[in-house]
């Protein structure tokens, strides 16, 4: 990178680092004005990703998947904004969309909570009761970011996929009665959700 163009990305760093500031203060206005003028000095990933992100805190949702979009064409690598894309569809209910973007933000080379994606992609899989695919999802978060809270709070999705397995692998007789399903198999996946 030349010298000026170096410049030209160091302030568009500073201006999109200011912007966030602003919004975490929740000055979405100046935030917006910010990510807009860093873009305009030099056009990041970040920039576009976090404007998304603020435009979607005003509802703004097809504007924010645009701005994800750009950011895309700026550094595919960047996987922040394919799951700001997935999130912005999941508010629209529009969970099958939702999935393939989700995916490519698991893997995505740059990418900073690389748990988020899978927990996004168990909470589509719970919605869709689809309980072992979001068992499967929640597992991959909690191996990426052990201690996060958001994992934690996924903790209680377990308990909820342990129960839902347990009442699948129950069968209710003619009396009403509940018994297990005998099958070494439903018990092997309710051990299997009870470990977690």
């Known amino acids: ?3 000026a163009a170096s410049d030209r990305f160091q302030r568009a760093t500073e201006l999109w680092r200011e ?7 929740g000055d979405l206005e100046r935030a917006i004005a910010l ?19 603020a435009l979607s805190f005003q509802g703004r949702l097809e504007e924010a998947t645009a701005e994800c979009k750009k950011a ?8 922040n904004p394919y ?32 748990h988020f994606p899978h927990l996004n992609l168990g909470r589509i899989a719970l919605r869709q009761g689809r309980w072992w695919d979001a068992l499967r999802a ?16 996924a903790g209680g999705n377990k308990l909820i996929l342990h129960r839902a397995t347990l009442s699948m692998a129950e069968t ?3 009396e009403g009665q509940t018994t297990p399903v005998r099958s070494s198999r439903a018990r092997r996946k309710s051990a299997l959700v009870r470990r977690l």
């Not at 990510?35 to 992100?53: C, K, M, N, R």
């Not at 912005?88 to 893997?107: G, S």
Request: aromatic residues 10%; glycine residues 6%; hydrophobic residues 40%.
């Open 172 to 174: 209710v007789s003619e």
């Open 35 to 53: 990510y807009q003028e860093s873009i305009a000095v030099h056009p990041t990933a970040e920039a576009h990703t976090f404007l998304g992100w």
């Open 72 to 79: 895309i064409e700026v550094d595919p690598a960047f996987g």
């Open 19 to 25: 912007a966030y500031r602003h919004q975490m203060q």
């Open 138 to 153: 929640f597992e991959a978060a909690a191996r990426l970011a052990p201690g996060d809270e958001g994992v934690g709070k």
């Open 1 to 3: 990178m030349d010298p």
């Open 83 to 114: 799951n700001d894309i997935g999130c912005y569809l999941m508010q629209q209910d529009k969970l099958a969309e939702a999935i393939p973007w989700l995916e490519r933000a698991t893997r995505a080379p740059r990418y900073e909570p690389r």
